[in-house]
């Protein structure tokens, strides 16, 4: 039985929700969009017709929304600034909510919206699709096998690009709309994904900068020093200012080995001198182009969402555990900001 979804927020990322619910085979469908107007949801369902199946209704507003009694759950794509509300509204109907990251503009706006979502027994999950990665799979499976040993050494590296014309958009890189610059709208992906197989950060020392390249309100560019809870050391550099940009990597180096996951590539390096390559690296948005990527990582977190509501389990990402890369955003900014080292307590549960 197909699962119903509404799309709420028809910005950029829309259409790769919109292909990605269409290479569910009926699994998930779109049963209807909203957005501001009733003109930018025509065109967006006019640029979708040639893939989607068949041609979803449009909600006038999220009261007619949440009055229909055939959806399963909502998408939110809006920016993070228009969430807040509409999460209490889809929530008091008891709507599961599959959320676009980030959650909301500030680590303590992000807390209200997951502890909302508990109370109301709603299931929240948040696409960290770089999660869903077969290369990521992988590596999570060889740490977990024990095969590298302990981690010792943390590198992140998210050397991307946006011309000025990204930031020109209203909005973009502000603190009101957005809730900050690459750390939040970019790097927190590969922040994420790297969170989940390290385990947490409970020690930051950063700097934050705008560099002359971009006339933005918030920064695009940080370099960090990372302390993880298991005793590992790491570094960050993430930016946006890095022409013409380049994947983003995570490299672990181990007791007995490293591993480098760059895009869609993972590669391990044993101390036996044994070597093994798995995937193979694909565009991920990092260029001037950021839709430059492809809808099967967007797919495979929506199917997720829906076995999740199915099975009656938490998603594969909730909105409780994605607070653990909110948190170290908050802690990175404060640092850069006090020039000094900043603790990070652990998240109750």
Not at 39 to 65: H, M, Q, V
Not at 70 to 81: Q, S
Not at 182 to 204: C, F, M, N, Y
Not at 277 to 302: K, N
């Amino acid at each position: 039985m197909s699962m119903q979804v509404a799309l709420v927020g028809l910005g950029m990322v829309a259409q790769t929700h919109a292909r990605a619910i269409a290479a569910t085979n009926g699994r998930v469908s779109l049963r209807g969009v909203l957005s501001r107007s009733k003109k930018s949801a025509e065109a967006f369902l006019t640029e979708a017709s040639g893939f989607l199946p068949a041609a979803p209704k449009i909600y006038a507003d999220l009261r007619e929304l949440v009055s229909d009694k055939d959806l399963d759950f909502v998408i939110v794509c809006t920016p993070p600034n228009a969430r807040s509300d509409m999460v209490a509204t889809l929530a008091d109907r008891g709507l599961p909510i599959l959320m676009e990251k980030p959650i909301e503009r500030t680590y303590e706006a992000a807390e209200d919206i997951v502890r909302r979502c508990e109370t109301a027994g709603v299931p929240l999950g948040i696409i960290f699709q770089h999660r869903m990665r077969a290369s990521a799979k992988q590596l999570d499976n060889v740490l977990k096998q024990g095969t590298l040993g302990e981690i010792a050494l943390v590198e992140i590296t998210v050397p991307w690009w946006r011309a000025q014309s990204y930031y020109d958009e209203p909005g973009r890189g502000t603190y009101q709309r957005d809730g900050g610059g690459v750390l939040i709208s970019q790097a927190i992906h590969t922040l994420d994904l790297a969170l989940s197989l390290t385990g947490p950060v409970i020690e930051v020392q950063a700097m934050a900068a705008k560099t002359s390249l971009h006339d933005l309100e918030a920064e695009d560019f940080v370099s960090a020093g990372l302390r993880f809870d298991n005793g590992a050391v790491g570094s960050l550099v993430a930016s946006t200012a890095s022409f013409p940009g380049g994947a983003e990597s995570i490299t672990l180096h181990c007791q007995h080995g490293s591993a480098a996951l760059k895009s869609g590539r993972l590669e391990i390096l044993m101390h036996d001198g044994s070597v093994e390559t798995l995937g193979e690296e694909s565009a991920t948005g990092g260029g001037a182009d950021p839709m430059a990527f492809t809808h099967e990582w967007h797919q495979a977190v929506i199917e997720d969402m829906a076995d999740a509501i199915a099975d009656k389990r938490a998603p594969k990402c909730s909105g409780r555990e994605a607070l653990r890369v909110h948190r170290l955003i908050q802690a990175l900014i404060q640092s850069a900001s006090q020039k000094s080292a900043v603790a990070i307590p652990q998240l109750e549960h």
